[in-house]
């Protein structure tokens, strides 16, 4: 049968975006470091970030042991700038030539987290009491405080802001004019200032991004805690509340989960990967409802289709509501709860329609299986720099009996091939991941499920390679079959984002496979659409050709049962990517679906309020593809001892 289906998750922005506006047009913008904007790379390692406002005053790294990395995986569906432990920072050079005596606006757009002393996010602050204070800098405290420390020669004089949630993304700005210190955080209402007792005393040490310098002898000192920065701007003056509101909303349009405030599921997300087809639905906020609020709406498997009856109540905990459905829900399906501009707080706040719009949960009431993981630690090796051998390891999990007196018949296996840019691994050994999916599939669905560690750029490895080491595991699979009880006869490939183009590929030369599932995936890189990775050939992903490389001009005569995912706002890889490749599936003669989901962006299936309906939607695809799952329990007496 063929077909192609597109499924839309409608999500409603709640700003519009300014178009045309930059910060360019507020005057004197002396830095603008933004998302993926010019950022140089080496080796996947970033060493220069190009600074958009002017020709200098770039951010950038020669020492290559404390170079960031740039993530194409993560928040906010942008290329940001991350670190792979807590040593990466830049620097932004001739800063003396910057002239802030008439005053400075800085905000900064980002994540931290791990901290557990002063993280300095921008400046230049140096000093103790025996050599003076000079210049500034913005952070957080080791107790999550938003702070912006002062020079003033003979002293330090410290603004304190709010809190800071080190889960959630951050937007900050600081402003300084005539010893006027004013704090704006994008999750607060409040603004935080004070007046200091003199003029702060400048730096010409050059401004440090994510690090600061040591009082004692004025070297610097990288933070300890993990960050990714998407956005620093500078403007050389204390920009007016209009001018500062300008800049302030194209930050809110531009990256509105570091703006995330008020009104909304406790905790963030709250959902359930395995419910009961007796149970009853609880939800908690972060205020207490009004007992007017008017409920939820529940559907089973589709947004807006297939509303579920049942009744709603508050709790006696009036910031928890509970609904119960009519009849019992049906196994193996998908509830889906739409917190669209429904309920409201006793203060009569409506909820916020933003990232978190959704709770789902999957209904699961029969054979759950065990579970056992092992980690192989070396399926070949290779020598990728002279003299130095090199490790491709790999990681199996497969389900087990949970009655002691069955044995499972061999079970299908997935393969899941990671993303991360290709930007991971050392010169000695590759990394394996099995991405946050197998642990469901293996317990709930009972398929086997295999992370594939291949080599990525920091392993000086390549396009060819890579698919060469995947082939490897396949083998390994194959080769240990009795030993792990697999049925390689029934074989899945997966993947997210970078691993998209590899899984997908190898799906189509490998004879067992039926199923392919792809997130945000990339399979076309002869027309790239407005992805912006994958472009070039940075990782001889065009070697031998771009056609080549890429899925859909290699889809195998019986196609295997294609599900693709991706997030309609993603800037990273082209949405078309995955619609054009389900249609070069059909054509071929085999089964694709695909869901668009409107307002997600690139790492939107790995967590947060789509990855239980990613899971579902998994599920069903290993269910379509592979035969006998959840009949695979065989008898086995117990011999006797004689």
Known sequence: MKKITKILFLISSFVIAQEGFTPLDVPNCQILLIDGTEIQEENSDVFQWNNQAQDKFHAVQSDTDLRPVSSYETWPGYVTLANEGEREFLSVQDTQDLDLSAGFTVFYVGKTKNMTALTSLVGNHVGNTEIGYTGWRLGISKIFQIKADFGLGTEKQTLNGGIHNPDNPIALSLQYSNKNVEIQQGTLDNVFSRKLSGDYVSSDRPLLLNAQYKPTNLSWIPVTSDYEMACVILFNRDLDASEHDQVWQWLKNKYPDAFDKGFGLEEGFKGEKNISKNASLEISFNKELNSNTEFPKVYKNDLNENPIDGAWEILNDASKIKFTPSSAFEKGSLIVVDLLNTVTSSEGDAYENKKERYVSYIVETEQIFDIESFLIPSIKTTEQSPGIQHTIPLEISIPKSSDSEKSLSPTPVVFWVHGGAWSGGTLT???????????????????????????????????????????????????????????????????????????????????????????????????????????????????????????????KEVP?????????????????????????????????KVNIYEGEVHSFFSSGQMNIPCTWEFKEACIKAFGNLGETLTSSKKKEKI
Not at 469 to 487: G, M, P, R
Not at 569 to 587: G, H, K, L, Y
């Open 429 to 555: 050994e590759s990394f394996p991941a099995q991405g946050s999916f197998s642990s469901y599939l293996v317990k709930n669905v009972g398929v086997a499920v295999i992370g594939v560690a291949y080599r990525c750029k920091g392993s000086l490895g390549n396009f060819t390679e890579a698919m060469e080491d995947i082939a490897s595991a396949v083998q390994w699979a194959k080769d240990n079959a009795e030993e792990y009880n697999l049925d390689v006869t029934q074989i899945g490939f997966a993947g997210g984002s970078a691993g998209g183009p590899l899984s997908a590929l190898a799906a189509q030369r490998t004879e067992e496979c039926l199923l392919y599932v792809g997130f945000n995936g990339l399979f076309d890189f002869v027309n790239l659409g407005d992805s912006s990775f994958g472009v070039g050939d940075g990782y001889g992903q065009t070697t031998p050709s771009a056609e080549a490389n890429s899925a859909i001009y290699n889809i």
């Open 560 to 592: 295997p049962y294609t599900l693709l995912l991706h997030g309609a706002d993603d800037t990273t890889i082209d949405p078309s990517q995955s619609t054009r490749f389900a249609e070069a599936v059909i054509e071929k003669g085999g089964t694709a």
